[in-house]
């Protein structure tokens, strides 16, 4: 996945772990249904995996992200 620019999203360990703990923080609030997090959610998390991590990846990239991690 691709951000604006053109770039290839860099998935380190440590930002799959940061995505990871930004989708729990948001299981918490109970803004999920059994087919995943709602559309707001996914706003929320996005907004503090970026301001944690000191990266820009959109939405589309954390999904993209969540659905690989899921397949492992």
């Known amino acids: 996945m691709t951000d ?41 998390i996005t907004k503090r995996f970026n301001e944690n991590h000191g990266v820009s990846y959109n939405q589309k990239q954390l999904q993209s992200q969540n659905n690989v991690l899921k397949k492992r």
Request: hydrophobic share 35%.
């Open 4 to 44: 604006k620019e053109g770039q290839s999203a860099k998935w380190t360990e440590e930002l799959k772990m940061g995505l990871c703990v930004e989708m729990v923080v948001e299981l918490e609030t109970n803004n999920f249904t059994d087919s995943g997090f709602k559309g707001a959610s996914w706003k929320k």
